[in-house]
Nanobody
Framework: QVQLVESGGGLVQAGASLRLSCTAS????????LGWFRQAPGKEREFVAA????????SYADSVKARFAISRANAKNTVSLQMNSLKPEDTGVYFC??????????????????WGQGTQVTVSS
């Protein structure tokens, strides 16, 4: 059984920074992709960023590129998302995800079969 536990959400003002972390447990994640999706009120879940655990290859949504940075600490089975210059439109529930699919494919298109419970990020204007 795979478990993903997020932490680090909160309420901040526009322009501030937040760092989300996610700890994975339950199996070996050597070849997995780990990442983040988010869901704003009344909207569908959308891809934010992902990283391949063994190679470090990353992918970002255009809306967060240059503001967010994803990283991993393999020894701790953790993945983090550093979010800078936050905007009100970044508000939503952020979910940590993991995929066992072939990571040679586009990371946003992978089947992310494991999901955390989510952590709320609210950015006020």
């Amino acid at each position: 059984q795979v478990q993903l536990v997020e932490s680090g959400g909160g309420l901040v003002q526009a322009g501030a920074s937040l760092r989300l972390s996610c700890t994975a447990s339950g199996r070996t994640f050597n070849s997995y992709a780990l990442g983040w999706f988010r869901q704003a009120p009344g909207k569908e879940r959308e891809f934010v960023a992902a990283i391949v655990r063994n190679s470090g290859r990353t992918s970002y949504a255009d809306s967060v590129k240059a503001r967010f940075a994803i990283s991993r600490a393999n020894a701790k089975n953790t993945v983090s998302l550093q979010m800078n210059s936050l905007k009100p439109e970044d508000t939503g529930v952020y979910f940590c995800v993991a995929s066992s699919s072939d990571t040679r494919w586009s990371l946003p298109s992978l089947d992310y079969e494991y999901w955390g419970q989510g952590t709320q990020v609210t950015v006020s204007s």
